[in-house]
């Protein structure tokens, strides 16, 4: 059985108890998009600028677990002043993290994603260990998915 | 060391009969206070369901030879022990086996529900129902435009009963939970069941979450209809039982078609089986009815006033013990020595998010549930998304709770 030190890593906690970028940004120019965990009732508000392609700014609300919201701390700071190509070659990269392959679904998952290297992630690698706990996967996915639906939005807008 | 007052049950002896509460986790015996969810299951209740496989397994209801008329028998002895558990007072008629409670509230506001419900027809529930007896009318809503009212929960947790009759005013049919599977509190029936009859009005309860703790009389309540699920009393999975009074279930079109609830099938129509097999479409859940039944004499050989007592008791010492040993710790529920409250636990400890409580309390092969609990809307009341929940059994003593305790001290510890 793996063990809770492979789960809760000091950066986790710390991202925790100081969570990043939190708020929330003036709708428009930002999106917000709201992500559910329907197992367990989190709830993320993902606030997202986006100005020539470029994530200009990130905010995040909400309630969660320390998974959850550590995981959206470090995706903030990871997204942040990165261009959307770049954001969804992290995305696609960390739900492989998390042993979700999605190279069948959606327009431009067909591309295969080749081994990841954990120091490309820096502070987001401490989130491996939750690939061990499959009930927390959806909790480290939450922002993430919310993410997506958030460029989504901003390619359309 | 750690003991309750009175000790009506002999513990000990009763984890014995459960396979899994001997299992060990990374070194620790497993604490199992997540019977709420689903209880764990004596030996008898294997025992019965193997020996029904390896000695007498055949259709029911069909064969001639011996096996399947021995089968029958059987099936038909779990829907007699269901029926006897609740004081049905007609169970060979009115106890109907479904594959979980949740089916048997569907089959009512499938049947029942689109029979007798028009637009603007009132139903009333109440904002502490498991979705299981939320959904099923928000569906028929959606289909028929009823109109749906809730009697409110107080912040004392307790239905607020202060306008019932107002509330059920011109109501077709009233809801209930008999004991909430988040708060612990058990409904006071009578005052409701008395207005809906007032109004006019058919009473249903929800007995998921009493009847494995509680004795039960289904008449001396004056119910219309009951429910309750297997696996929560010691029972299999695959197993739900729904009790309504003949002339009702008479009145109800079937609900699911196929084999055994049929009388006659033409090529272009049917009549239905009599009472109960009208609703029991299929084959029906033989094993489980039988491991049903041996769930139910466990519980009658133990007792179930004595069960209430055990439970009574170590209640009150969970609840004394959280709140001493944790200062900050928020119980959304009755507090210790509360009158009809069963041993269902939620709590919130501080800032610390449940999932991350409950993933710390499995290090200590503590069992308890974190998440909504299958109620979104009494969660909402609460303020809360989420909570932990430790609820307890007949195998659960004072030790398990300080298992507990000792595991949350060191949640503590590990969030700040
Ligand atoms: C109060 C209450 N009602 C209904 C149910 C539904 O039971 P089942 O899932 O067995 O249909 C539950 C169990 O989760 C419950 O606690």
């Known amino acids: 059985m793996a063990g809770l030190e492979d789960l809760y890593r000091e950066i986790i906690l710390d991202h925790y108890r100081s969570p990043r970028n939190r708020g929330e940004l003036t709708t428009p120019p930002a999106i917000r998009v709201e992500g559910f965990n329907p197992l367990c009732g989190d709830e993320i508000v993902l606030y997202l600028e986006v100005a020539d392609d470029i994530v200009t700014d990130v905010k995040i609300s909400g309630q969660g677990c320390s998974i959850s919201q550590s995981s959206a701390s470090m995706m903030s700071a990871a997204i942040k002043g990165k261009s959307v190509v770049e954001v969804r070659a992290l995305i696609r990269s960390f739900k492989a993290m998390m042993s979700i392959h999605e190279a069948t679904l959606g327009e431009e998952g067909v591309e295969e994603i080749g081994p990841i290297d954990p120091d490309s992630f820096g502070e987001l690698a401490a989130l491996q260990g939750v690939v061990k706990f499959p009930v927390r996967i959806k909790c480290a996915t939450l922002s993430w998915n919310t993410l997506v639906q958030a460029l989504e939005e901003a390619a359309t807008a | ?416």
């Open chain 2, 1 to 416: 060391m750690a003991s309750l007052e009175v000790q009506t049950l002999a513990v000990e002896a009763i984890k014995a009969d459960f396979p899994l509460l001997s299992r060990v986790q990374a070194g620790r015996k497993i604490v199992f206070l997540d019977s709420a969810a689903s209880a764990q299951r004596p030996q008898a209740v294997l025992d019965a369901m193997d020996d029904y496989y390896s000695t007498t397994h055949a259709n029911v209801h069909r064969g001639v030879y011996a096996i399947a008329e021995e089968a029958t028998r059987r099936y038909e002895e779990g829907r007699l022990a269901a029926g006897r558990l609740i004081n049905a007072p007609n169970p060979s008629r009115e106890i109907i086996l479904t594959k979980n409670v949740t089916e048997a509230y569907n089959l009512v506001t499938y049947t029942w529900g689109r029979k007798n419900l028009q637009r603007g027809d009132v139903v009333v529930l109440t904002e502490s129902e498991h979705h299981a007896n939320i959904v099923p009318w928000l569906m028929l809503k959606a289909e028929r435009e009823i109109e749906i009212r809730y009697l409110r929960v107080n912040d004392d947790f307790r239905l607020d009963l202060s306008n019932l009759d107002e509330v059920v005013r011109d109501a077709k049919f009233v809801s209930v939970t008999a004991a909430s599977n988040v708060l612990g509190t058990i409904t006071d029936l009578a005052p409701i069941v008395a207005a809906a009859h007032r109004a006019g009005a058919l009473v249903m309860a929800d007995g998921a979450q009493l009847v494995p703790h509680r004795p039960v009389d289904v008449q001396a309540l004056d119910l219309d209809l009951f429910g309750y699920t297997g696996h929560k009393l010691m029972g299999p999975t695959g197993i739900g039982v729904l009790w309504a009074r003949a002339e009702i279930l008479e009145a109800m079109p079937p609900f699911l078609g196929g084999g055994e609830m049929i009388n006659d099938v033409r090529l272009d129509s049917f009549t239905t089986n009599e009472l109960p097999w009208k609703f029991e479409a299929g084959t029906p859940p033989i094993a489980e009815s039988i491991g049903l039944g041996a769930a139910i004499k466990y519980l009658e050989a133990i007792g179930l006033d004595r069960i209430a007592a055990h439970e009574a008791a170590l209640t009150d010492y969970t609840l004394n013990r959280l709140t001493e040993t944790f200062p900050e710790i928020e119980i959304f529920g009755p507090p210790a020595g509360a009158d009809r409250r069963g041993g269902v636990i939620s709590f919130k400890l501080g800032d610390i998010h449940p999932h991350d409580v409950a993933q710390v309390l499995d290090e200590h092969a503590v069992c308890v549930r974190a998440g909504h609990h299958c109620a979104k809307p009494l969660m909402r009341r609460l303020g809360v998304n989420a909570t932990t929940r430790a609820s307890l059994y007949l195998y659960n003593d004072e030790h398990d709770v300080e298992t507990l305790i000792e595991a949350l001290v060191d949640v503590k510890r590990m969030f700040q």
